[in-house]
């Protein structure tokens, strides 16, 4: 069965940093040009799209929340795909999704809940 499992949050201050990790398994970001993307749901908040990377290509796409904040990358040998996020607000306080995305398949993780407080 196809996995996408997040790891990486937690707790931290106004202007800390996280690393959020999605590691995949049942398939390979390699096979097609998936798109791999974070989205966060914040309290009251519709779920939005964070950043995204296409997993052969490398093509970089950023919310304007989070752009200059946030770097998204992927590891191919890995299956991986992380969010390095830098000068955390709370207003980033959200779960974080991940998804991978294709022609006929769309894959989602369970969720990372990260909180942004002092």
């Known amino acids: 069965q196809v996995q996408l499992v997040e790891s990486g949050g937690g707790l931290v201050q106004p202007g800390g940093s996280l690393r959020l990790s999605c590691a995949a398994s049942?398939?390979?970001?390699?096979?097609?040009?998936?798109?791999l993307s974070w989205y966060r749901q914040g309290p009251g908040k519709e779920r939005e799209l964070v950043a995204s990377?296409?997993?052969?290509?490398?093509?970089?796409n950023y919310a304007d929340s989070v752009k200059g904040r946030f770097t998204i990358s992927r590891d191919k040998t890995k299956n991986t795909v992380y969010l390095q996020m830098n000068g955390l607000k709370p207003e980033d306080t959200a779960v974080y999704y991940c998804?991978?995305?294709?022609?006929?398949?769309?894959?989602w993780g369970q969720g990372t809940q990260v909180t942004v407080s002092s």
């Open positions: 990377i296409t997993s052969i290509g490398g093509s970089i």
């Open positions: 998804n991978a995305k294709t022609i006929g398949v769309d894959f």
């Open positions: 049942r398939f390979s970001f390699s096979t097609y040009n998936y798109v």
